[in-house]
């Protein structure tokens, strides 16, 4: 539940979009969504979904090319789904496993495909620098906390798997505990790393600023306009037909309602939560000057940021999966992941004991069958696509976008020789099947936790399911 903060249009659309995230119920602008396609239409590049993989490969064909037409076609508004939910962690976190993109050129192609998430955030900082978007964008790097033994030798070990695969000492490293009190006041560590590789960002500023870009290069986006059917030379829409020689899928985790995506993603399930605005003398004593954004290492994590302005926006603490990745509101609200993360916060953060909350909310991102990112375009039929982020899309939708705007532009760039292009995987299982899998997984990984916490030893049971879960 979103208390959705009083805006002077607060027509019922701007009220109704408000309540889906607290970074979407902060935006000073109105929310009234912008026209829908209304009719018939041709172009050169349509795009379903407004989302910043959609936006992302707007803006880098609108600026390789001004002369294209593009549009782009999406549901509600601009921000409405995982873009406008999500952390706000810009983070090299590769979206993709190592396992997967081995098969593809070894370890070269691996550490490539690392650094180029590494590399990845300074370009979205100098596109945020030059498109004048006001996001809170700040590269303070990361901390990666553990509360226990067992989650410090997993830290450990993550730590010596970078150096092996050639991460260096200015990439990440292990912080005395004195240090950590000393860029934040953080309760109940027992070790810590940090890494230079990563950007705090309110995600629905970002989101709805790139749209503004997109508009300022001459991109029309329709808004209120479900796709239908995306085929090859088309874009069905509710009210109208998009003509297009290109056309490409930007729809993530919502792919599913499109035909013949039923079984192309997971769609999970993750919680958030905003304290209110807190006061200085709680900043005093909680530090966190620098913004780092915070991740324990619990199977079932729980990750935080400060915000641009001044709150605690924390989540985590469990995933969820609906039977039939059925697609509802209520989805958005999960009371005992809410507890969960309230709990995190209180604990992790006292000098923010007192806080009161102010934004619930839920958001959901696409697993794929292998945990591991797709960009996709074939000339011959001008289809393209891109997702299966799996909760690491803030760089990866960019890289994404920039990676469609090469391969559509025929434009030679080392971005093609990634991993991800052309990357395909098995589809998920059907229900029931899908369900009592990724059920159990989550009940598996949750009661790992208690285990681990109980026992101050690693629980043995997470190897059932090492292999059907993403590395961290
Ligand atoms: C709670 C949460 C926390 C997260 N935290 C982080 C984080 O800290 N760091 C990180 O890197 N990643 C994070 N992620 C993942 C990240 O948000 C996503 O990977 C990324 O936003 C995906 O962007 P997208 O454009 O592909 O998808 P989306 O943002 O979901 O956009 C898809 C768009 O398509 C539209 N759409 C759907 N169907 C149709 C249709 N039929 N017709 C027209 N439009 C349609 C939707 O309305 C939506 O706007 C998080 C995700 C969640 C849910």
């Avoid at 989805?331 to 953060?349: C, G, K, Q, S, T």
Wanted: include cysteine; hydrophobic fraction near 40%.
């Amino acid at each position: 539940m979103v208390i959705a903060t009083k805006h002077p249009t607060c027509s019922a659309a701007d009220q109704r979009y408000r309540q889906v995230s607290g970074w979407l119920a902060g935006l000073p602008e109105p929310l009234d969504p912008r026209d829908p396609l209304l009719g018939d239409q041709q172009v050169d590049v349509a795009i379903a979904g407004g989302g910043l993989t959609g936006l992302w490969t707007a803006y880098c064909l609108a600026k390789g090319d001004p002369r294209l037409r593009i549009v782009i076609c999406e549901r509600e508004i601009v921000g409405y789904g995982a873009s406008g939910r999500n952390g706000g962690f810009q983070s090299a976190g590769m979206a993709g496993e190592m396992r997967v993109y081995k098969r593809y050129g070894g370890m070269d192609i691996v550490r490539r495909a690392e650094r180029a998430f590494i590399d990845g955030i300074d370009w979205v900082g100098d596109v945020v620098a030059h498109e004048q978007i006001d996001c809170g964008w700040h590269k303070g790097g990361a901390l990666q906390i553990a509360t226990s033994p067992t989650q410090a030798a997993r830290v450990e070990a993550g730590v010596a798997g970078r150096r092996a695969r050639g991460f260096t000492e200015q990439d990440v490293w292990e912080i005395s505990l004195d240090e950590l009190e000393q860029r934040v006041r953080f309760h109940g560590a027992v070790s810590a790393t940090y890494t230079p590789h990563c950007a705090r960002i309110d995600p629905a500023r970002l989101t709805r600023g790139l749209a503004r870009a997109c508009e300022n290069l001459g991109v029309t986006i329709y808004e209120q306009t479900p796709v239908t059917a995306i085929e090859r030379g088309r874009l069905v829409c509710q009210q109208g037909t998009v003509q297009a020689d290109v056309v490409i899928r930007a729809t993530e985790a919502f792919t599913r309602d499109l035909p013949g995506g039923k079984r192309r993603y997971l769609r999970i399930y993750s919680h958030m939560l905003q304290t209110e605005v807190l006061l200085d003398h709680v900043w005093d004593e909680l530090g966190w000057d620098n913004c780092e954004p915070i991740a324990d290492q619990r199977f079932h994590f729980f990750y935080a940021q400060r915000t641009m302005d001044n709150r605690i926006a924390l989540g985590g603490r469990g995933t969820s999966y609906y039977t039939g990745d059925r697609i509802a509101d209520t989805n958005d609200h999960n009371e005992a992941i809410f507890v969960r993360i309230d709990e995190a916060l209180r604990l992790h953060f006292p000098a923010a004991g007192e806080a009161k909350i102010e934004h619930r909310w839920g958001g959901s991102f696409a697993a794929p069958r292998d945990w591991s990112m797709q960009v996709d375009f074939d000339p011959m039929t001008g289809l393209g696509a891109a997702g299966g982020f799996a909760g690491h899309g803030l760089t990866g939708t960019s890289i994404a976008g920039r990676t469609l705007a090469d391969l559509i532009l025929q434009r030679e760039t080392d971005l093609l020789r990634l991993p991800w292009v052309g990357h395909t995987c098995r589809k998920w299982e059907p229900e029931p099947l899908r369900a009592i899998a990724a059920k159990s997984i989550s009940g598996i990984l949750s009661s790992a936790d208690v285990v681990e916490e109980r026992t101050g030893r690693p629980a043995k049971r997470v190897r059932i399911v090492k292999r059907f879960m993403p590395s961290r």
